[in-house]
Nanobody, 125 residues
């Protein structure tokens, strides 16, 4: 059983930035495909960004050029840097992993094995 812990959520004004962090225990984030999903009240869960074991990154169109996913293997952590935040980015953000490190549809939730508890991101207008 792998546990994921997210941090970094909070309240920010529109146009501001936040950085989310995700660590796994036990296990090495360097071996996994890791993604961030989000879910806003009354909306379906949405894939935001993903990074493969090999370092390929993927983004939803809604966050492209604003969000950046990265991995620091030394710290066993994956980050989601979120800039130019908009009120529509308000959601619970979940970190997810695929143990094999390879996913064919990186922004679909069914590809992933473990989910974190989520961290709330609120963007005020």
């Amino acid at each position: 059983q792998v546990q994921l812990v997210e941090s970094g959520g909070g309240l920010v004004q529109a146009g501001g930035s936040l950085r989310l962090s995700c660590t796994a225990s036990p296990g090495s984030m360097a071996h996994y495909a890791v993604a961030w999903f989000r879910q806003a009240p009354g909306k379906e869960r949405e894939g935001v960004s993903s990074i493969s074991r090999g370092g390929n990154t993927y983004y939803a169109d809604s966050v492209k050029d604003r969000f950046t996913i990265s991995r620091d293997s030394a710290k066993n952590t994956v980050y989601l840097q979120m800039n130019s935040l908009k009120p529509e980015d308000t959601a619970i953000y979940y970190c997810v992993i695929d143990l094999s490190g390879l996913v064919y549809r990186p922004l679909l939730p069914g590809e992933y094995d473990y989910w974190g508890q989520g961290t709330q991101v609120t963007v005020a207008a």
